[in-house]
């Protein structure tokens, strides 16, 4: 579930809320809009949440109920601010009531003291809206964390494997259209990574590859990006690109982290990489994958550092 998913379906539960309020020619107050509202949530949440869950496979139950929370915590201060300004309302007009019997130079004497509370009543007013404001700003705050957190690898702060699917399906989708720009995929994995865990620790093993990270990110153009594909394996989505771009980017990360010199605890790591560049112009993205994986794996074959294209 998006964000935009998110906002969407909040609007349209009001929309709904408001629209059932209107036919049962009841007037939109705190109490009789919570009421509807969780009445039309009831009646539509799990035939939602099912349909997301099999939408979205690769979503943890986990994600799912972090976004109902956000939504929950988002009713409540919604609810509490049209609870807090009909409260305030309630208040002010009991101030401003006449008494009972008044005369007609009843607003003649009092017209300074009903323009006070109207202005006191103004100010309260737009303090309760402005706490709900900022309640709403920060819980959209947490809903773009949790979905940036949803796409990011959290070690090297490359895009995950979930973010690299979706991308390659889009990708894919828009190959297949006359005059759309070539795209090459880049596979990158490190050399005898399991020897510097087991040499080092598996802390070393951490610093390798955030260091391998930021290299690759170093050296990929703007337009280009980057995913951890698992384990010690990146790979890299290059648009907009040529082969001979492809090949240069590989040969350039390649050579840079030949050439590095990475210390942990005062001993040296060496690192190698084997790289395998091809062309994604498939249909279904997995055939370019794997296409990636086997340049790849004939690198590892030739004795490893180096750069393969297929």
């Known amino acids: 579930m998006t964000k935009e998913d998110f906002i969407e379906g909040s609007w349209h539960l009001c929309e709904q809320t408001l629209s059932t309020l209107r036919n049962k020619h009841l007037l939109p107050l705190p109490n009789n809009y919570q009421i509807t509202f969780n009445e039309v949530l009831e009646n539509q949440i799990s035939e939602e949440l099912i349909h997301e869950t099999y939408r979205q496979e690769t979503t943890a139950s986990g994600d799912i109920n972090k976004y109902l929370e956000i939504a929950q915590l988002a009713l409540e201060a919604f609810a509490q601010s049209h609870e807090d300004i009909h409260q305030v309302m309630n208040e002010h007009t009991q101030r ?30 737009s303090s309760a809206l402005l706490k709900a404001h900022d309640q709403i700003k920060d819980l959209t705050r947490r809903i773009d964390t949790l979905t940036e957190e949803n796409r990011i690898d959290a070690l090297t702060k490359f895009y995950n494997r979930k973010e690299l699917f979706s991308d390659l399906l889009s990708i894919t989708q828009n190959l297949q259209s006359e005059g759309a720009p070539e795209c090459y995929l880049i596979m990158i994995d490190l050399d005898d990574f399991k020897a510097i865990n087991d040499t080092n620790s598996h802390l070393a093993g951490d610093k390798t590859l955030v260091f391998v990270a930021r290299t690759i990110a170093s050296l990929i153009r703007n337009t280009d990006k980057a995913y951890r594909f698992g384990g010690d394996e990146f790979i890299l989505v290059l648009n907009r690109a040529t082969l001979d771009v492809a ?50 794996y004939e690198a590892k074959n030739k004795n490893k550092n180096q750069v393969i294209t297929v």
């Open 247 to 296: 090949q240069s980017i590989a040969e350039k990360i390649r050579s840079t982290i030949e050439q590095a010199r990475l210390f942990y605890e005062n001993s040296e790591i060496r690192i190698t990489v084997s790289i395998g560049v091809t062309k994604l112009c498939d249909k279904e993205f997995e055939t370019s994958l794997l296409r990636a994986d086997r340049a790849l």
């Open 96 to 125: 401003m009531k006449p008494p009972h019997g008044y005369g007609n130079d009843y607003l003649t004497n009092n017209c300074l003291k009903i323009v006070d509370n109207l202005a006191q009543l103004d100010t309260e007013m």
